[in-house]
């Protein structure tokens, strides 16, 4: 009697080790080469990514409805077998397809309409889900397209009915219940293997679930509570782990050694006595959060978050003087060339009085100019320079670095900064941001700065008449505009850049220009700024602008940030629709930068779709730049909000940033505290936990030194 052939390997084994949770799909039982193809669209190439991979709902399966209590208007699940499959009769196609299903309780129709092929998918006998309103047609209570699935003859019931089943994100050619066996047989298999990256006496003290458990009722809840607290637990870990990473690296920031900047004041004193107006509470507030970071041995690391308009650069200026009072270098880096320029003549208006003269360095520079922008950079003579990101990172030699002022406007991400500092000399940093982040996304962004917040504008700042109209009114808006520059006022004409085509944009400006100049504002001088003009045209263009040479500037969105020309007063938004919120915001924020009073008028045309209605509806609603952002979250979703990988937002499993912020202020200082404890992450109870957060940060936060 010999031993029964040893069954071949199909499955995992209950000891597969941790190790196989980077085991790839395709060799999990039930996956071929062609759905693994379908589970990589979805991203997911390694057990562990599908184990991640969470349910976007879920479908309370547990109680099946019996046919025979089914009410009119209830939307629900039902269950039976089919019992018979009607197609249309010829000749009317129109028709819908009728199935008929039994349960022990009666009969019940499911329609289709134009989906022949439907009835070659339903077989008598079958089992089905169906998941739909239940309708009446014919006097009799039906489901009209119900969504549906068959399930297999010889597969666990138990996963797919009479249970809170999981509904997964699907790709084309992947439907729900192969996916659902799927996460069914790795649950199962792996959950338990998973490792713990929470430690297990911050769980228990949080009455969190362990890693196996709460896996297996994220995927196959026994409760939505049940799916609710798993859910919380990844939150909670993934915020965790990110502020963890945050907090190591600001650690390791705080043990270089920085600069001491701690002059007697006397320039700031002097810039600010002779400004012609009164520093805001707020900034005086800031003003002295940041004049204690420069004072300190340690680099600063400062976020300034303030509105557009709530008066960032003139306490950026205060900080660079400070930076050059004590004998150091100083740079100030804006996101284009442009706004470069801009804050040069800001800064030559208001330090040359007192007997400095700001460099510039910028990629549009040629020959001799750059040379000697570079040579003086170099040497030390420029106190202050001004450039780009781009160009200072490029690799700028300066002399004595004390102070980096990074502008960077709305673009976002914890990355830019490295470079600045890996000049090696420990300059302190402050990064200043126009976009009003919610303060659950700023800690998230930027855990590891402290952060600043100029939260009251300037006084005498008027709300901006904001005005939604549609293309019949431009001829009204024509006149209204006329009347403005009548009084020697000056609007801005801004037109939507479309991605695909630069050239029709651009055709789409220059004709603009021309109409307007020819044919509605005669009487007066129209510009035209586009992002590919040359940077001396733009120069010349905008400078012509400001001294009010031109009434009327034409623009694609490159007016955007930080422009400042008092003396406009209408912003005219062409294809508002186009627009997301941010940018909208920021472009309304170019007027109402003087006394008077100032118009943005959001012209759009077309059919509008519910999210463009909703972004111009706010714009009329409130000016508040933190709602709008906010508002912005809410219609567009967090992922959207901030663009892709590229802004610098981290990509969290289950987190809801609108609603999560509380666990994130809670893991943020549960994170402080292991930290304090353990700054290498040496101990045994830590060993999981440094190891998800080195393999999920260690590139994006630079942790290589603890790996
Ligand atoms: P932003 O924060 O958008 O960069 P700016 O620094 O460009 O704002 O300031 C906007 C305008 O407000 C500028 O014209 C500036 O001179 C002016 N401003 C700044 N602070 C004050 C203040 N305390 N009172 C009045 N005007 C101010
Ligand atoms: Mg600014």
């Not at 192969?178 to 430690?199: K, Y």
Request: with cysteine; hydrophobic share 40%; proline share 6%.
């Amino acid at each position: 009697m010999g031993n029964p052939p040893a069954e071949p390997r199909v499955h995992p084994e209950p000891e597969a080790a941790a190790s196989d949770l980077d085991a790839s799909l395709q060799y999990v039982k039930g996956v071929g080469p062609q759905r693994a193809r379908l589970l990589e669209r979805l991203g997911l190439r390694t057990v562990r990514d599908a184990l991640n991979a969470f349910p976007r709902e879920y479908q309370d399966r547990r109680g099946l409805t019996a046919f025979h209590t089914l009410r009119v208007g209830a939307v629900g699940v039902v269950g039976g077998t089919v019992f018979g499959v009607a197609s249309p009769p010829r000749g009317r196609p129109r028709a819908p397809l009728q199935v008929t299903f039994r349960d022990g309780s009666g009969y019940f129709t499911g329609l289709w309409f134009g989906q022949p092929y439907l009835a070659q998918v339903f077989k008598r006998g079958q089992r089905v889900v169906l998941y739909g309103k239940v309708t009446m047609r014919d006097r009799r209570p039906v489901m009209q397209s119900p969504d549906f699935e068959v399930l297999d003859a010889d597969e666990l019931l138990s996963i797919h009915m009479g249970r809170i089943v999981p509904v997964y994100p699907l790709t084309e050619g992947l439907t729900q219940r192969p996916m659902r066996s799927l996460l069914h047989r790795i649950v199962e298999g792996f959950a338990r293997h998973a490792p713990d990256a929470i430690p297990d006496d911050l769980r228990h003290r949080r009455g969190l679930p362990p890693a196996g458990d709460a896996y297996r009722a994220i995927h196959f809840p026994e409760s939505l509570e049940a799916a609710e607290t798993a859910r919380r637990r990844f939150v909670f870990e993934d915020f965790f782990v990110l502020q963890l990473g945050l907090a190591l690296r600001r650690r390791r920031q705080a043990v270089e050694t920085g600069h001491v900047i701690a002059p007697p004041g006397a320039l700031v004193a002097r810039l600010v006595a002779d400004l012609p107006f009164d520093l805001t509470a707020a900034q005086r507030r800031v003003w002295q959060e940041i004049r204690a970071d420069l004072a300190r041995p340690v680099p600063m690391n400062r976020l300034l978050q303030g509105d557009v308009g709530s008066g960032k650069t003139i306490v950026a200026v205060m900080a660079l003087l400070t930076a050059v009072e004590a004998g150091y270098q100083a740079v100030l880096m804006a996101p284009t060339e442009i706004l470069a320029e801009q804050h040069l003549a800001t800064l030559r208006a208001a330090i040359q009085p007192l007997g400095i003269t700001p460099a510039l360095l910028t990629s549009g520079q040629k020959g001799r100019e750059r040379s000697s922008a570079r040579a003086a950079a170099r040497s030390g003579t420029a106190s202050i320079v001004v450039g780009t990101h781009a160009l200072i990172q490029e690799g700028v030699e300066l002399q004595r670095l004390g102070l980096a002022v990074v502008d960077e406007q709305h673009r976002f991400g914890v990355l830019q900064r490295a470079s600045v500092r890996a000049k090696g000399q420990h300059p302190d940093v402050l990064v200043m941001t126009a976009t009003p982040i919610p303060r659950t996304l700023a800690l998230t962004l930027y855990g590891d700065l402290d952060l600043s917040v100029l939260d009251e504008l300037p006084p005498r700042r008027q709300r901006i008449a904001t005005a939604w109209r549609g293309e019949a009114k431009r001829g009204e808006i024509y006149d209204f505009v006329r009347r403005q520059l009548g009084q020697a006022r000056q609007a801005y004409v801004v037109c939507p850049l479309i991605e695909e085509t630069e050239a029709s944009d651009l055709r789409a400006a220059t004709e603009m220009a021309e109409h307007l100049a020819s044919d509605v504002f005669p009487k007066h001088r129209v510009g035209l700024i586009h992002g590919r003009m040359g940077f001396e045209a733009k120069e010349a263009t905008m400078r012509a602008f400001k001294a009010g040479e031109i009434a009327v500037l034409v623009a694609t969105t490159v007016i955007e940030v930080g422009i400042d020309v008092p003396n406009a007063t209408v912003m005219l938004i062409e294809h508002a629709e186009r627009f997301g919120l941010a940018q909208l915001h920021q472009l309304r924020g170019r007027v109402g930068r003087g006394a008077d009073r100032s118009h943005c008028i959001l012209l759009a045309s077309g059919p509008l779709s519910d999210e463009a209605r909703r972004r111009l509806q706010t714009m009329c609603d409130t000016q508040d730049g933190f709602r709008i952002a906010e508002a912005d979250l809410e219609i567009r979703g967090p992922g959207e909000f901030f663009g892709t990988r590229q802004s610098g937002l981290p990509e969290f499993r289950a987190a809801n940033l609108l609603s999560d912020g509380r666990l994130l202020e809670e893991a943020r200082r549960e994170a402080l505290i292991v930290v304090e404890r353990d700054p290498g992450l040496q101990l045994p109870e830590h060993r999981a936990l440094r190891e998800a957060m080195l393999a999920r940060w260690r590139e994006r936060l630079e942790l290589a030194s603890i790996g």
